[in-house]
Each structure stands twice: as C-alpha cells, then as structure tokens.
C-alpha cells in the first residue's frame, strides 16, 4: 500500500555518471540487489551519515573513505544491512570494497560501500563479488531508473528525479534517487540517497549545500521515529557539464542551484513518506507561531511520531483531543495553551483550549479521509514556523514489520 499513483519519472542523465544494477540473490532470488557506481575522476563527492551509534559497518568504512581520497566508485548492497556485525562486518564491507576496486583499478579508498537491509546478518560477500562483474560491465549513463530499482527494500516503488539549472546561457543537470519507507526519522532515515550533477562545485561549498538541503529535505520526514543504522546521503559534483563552476563567491548562480537542488531533495523526502510501510495517508504538519523554528519542529515531531495521532489519522477519525494532547506534551517552556489554534485542512478543529464553535465533525471527517491531510498548529508565541511530513500508521505496517524476516 502506498499514497497515490506516482511513477519515477524519466531521468535524465549525468555527464560523468554511470551505473550498474544487477542481481545477487542476496535475500530474494532474481531480485536486482547490488548496485555500482562511477564517478568521473574530476568529481567532488559530499555526503552526511546516520547519527545512530549502532552505524552500521558499511558507514563506518565510508566515512573513512571519504575523508581519506575522493571517491571514484559506489557500491550499494540492499537485503543485508551488515549493521551489528562487529569486526567481521568491518572485514566483510572491506573485502567487497577491495574486490570492487581491483576489478577496475583504484585504490580501495576510493570506493565507498553501502548496505540497507536485515540487521545482525553476516554480509553473503561471495554472493556480492560473484555479482560485481555483471554490474561492472552494465554501467551506463542511463542506469538511473534501473538503480532507483536495485536499492529498494521494502519499498513498493522506485523514486527518482531530475531537474535542469540555467547558469550563465547553460544549464545544469541534477538527477536523484531515493530508497526508504521504514523506521524513517531524522538524523537521516533508514534510507539511502545519491543525487548528482554535472555542475562543478568546490567541495566545502558541496558540503555546506548538502547539508542545508537534507536539513530541509530528509530532516523533515518521520514515518514511525526510528533512526536507522546505515542511512546516508551522498552529494556528487562531476564537473563534466557546460556551466562555469558554482562558487561561493557568485551568490546568484549558487542560489539558483541550491534551490534546484532543495527541490529535488524535498520531493525525494515526500515520496518516501508516501511509500511509507503500510501507509494510506502522506500528512503534512505545519507548525507557525513559534518563538523559534526549535521549538517548532519539537511539537511538529511529537505529533508526527505519536501512535494515537497516527492511528486516528488511518481510521479518518477527527479526533482532535490527542492532537491537542500531543502538542501540550512537547516540551515548550511557558505554553499558553489560550493561544494554540488546530486546523485540519482548512478547518478550525480546536482553539483556546477547547473544540472550536465552528467545529463539524462530519466535514473534518471528509478532511481527514483524503489521501493528502495538513494539520496546521497554531502557537501564538512567536514568528517561527516549520513543516515535515508524516504517514498514518495501519494494519500494514504492523504486518510487512512483523513479518519482515520471514
């Protein structure tokens, strides 16, 4: 089950990009399950990690790769995490890495492994170096769409997407995709994404974008409050396009990119949310009136991840009283609660303290019955204001979690 009808659109490619996808076995047979990645020599690769402690081993090698060369290849396993594996883990992720990099002749530290799947599963390595010749030899420009395919999980859909920049009488490509729709929280998700662009960008500069861009993108999504042990995000710049590099220097070709690049990020972010485990609902929580954007996200996120929200949310019933509870237990210092305001939709649910005079259940009902539901909550405390996007929390959910290593 997932929100709507969306289908990954046409991607375009990127000068400098090629990709492989291919099919191990891993967890299911015939299923495409590893996935390669190669990067032109002139690019500059940014990219920000899960903040769990548990990170998984693949993380930890990637990071050390990173800040040791720049990458020249990605490698990417989906149904085992090799999270919870200790030092064997370590030396399972090194040893595909090695394998990897002799196949096509650099140095180990420039390729960075990537796993998504069951925790505590020894990583089948034979399984993934038998596959790496068959994605070796697939690589190819236009291997976007099949790559969307080979890194999902439990998700029901590919999500993909691409966008064009005007810079100084040339354009830009930015072509992303996405995977994830369980334990998703900030402080990444369990998901991977890779987004690059033809653009040449310096690296700190890379990196700074990175980083705003997944603050409001991958920040801003919560399915069921659970961090993951191998989320990351990697941000390449190939610098194989026609557009004079963006620098920091030249704030209106960096502003034009950044905002492409947003846009792509944020749209990645909303169709994992939309493809969430079990979902019928995508929600979007708009907090405005805070003191600052803190405190905003604080009551965005504790309604976001309440059980009792979620579940109304997938019986379309208004019950707006845990809306208000939620909200009340955020943690705000000094609430006036005579100042909070709830709408659902564009309808006034609950103010002072109180159901709204205006209230009727049978049109908020209606409301929380569609596909696509906004909850504003209004603070009156200040000028801040955010948004992130949740799911409800169904039948489904319960079962495809349950039944997940079965």
Known sequence: MAVGNYKCPPLAPVAGIRLGTTSAGIKTPGRQDVVVIELDQRSHTAAVFTRNAFCAAPVQIARSHLAASEPRYLLVNTGNANAGTGEQGLADAQACVDQLASLVGVNSQQVLPFSTGVIGEPLPVSTIVDALPTAIDGLDENGWLAAAGGILTTDTRAKGASRTVPLDGAEAVITGIAKGSGMIRPDMATMLAYVATDAAIEPVLLQDMLNRAVEASFHRITVDGDTSTNDACVLVAT????????????????????????????????????????????????????????????????????????????????????????????????????????????????????RAASYQENLVAEEMAKEEVTIRIGLGRGDASSSIWTSDLSYDYVRINAEYRT
């Open 239 to 354: 610098g194989c396009g026609d557009c004079r590099p963006v620098t920091s220097v030249d704030t209106e070709q960096r502003g034009l990119f950044y905002q492409a690049l947003e846009s792509l990020m944020v749209e990645l972010a909303q169709e994992i949310v939309r493809d969430a485990e079990g979902a019928s609902k995508m929600v979007e929580i708009c907090v405005e009136g805070g003191r600052d954007q803190r405190e905003t996200l604080d009551v965005a996120f504790t309604v976001g991840h309440s059980p009792l929200v979620k579940t109304a949310l997938f019986a379309s019933d208004p019950n707006w009283g845990r809306l208000l509870a939620a909200v009340g237990r955020a943690g705000l210092n000094k609430m006036d609660v005579e100042l909070v305001s709830i709408h659902i939709g564009d309808l006034l649910v609950a103010e002072k303290g109180a």
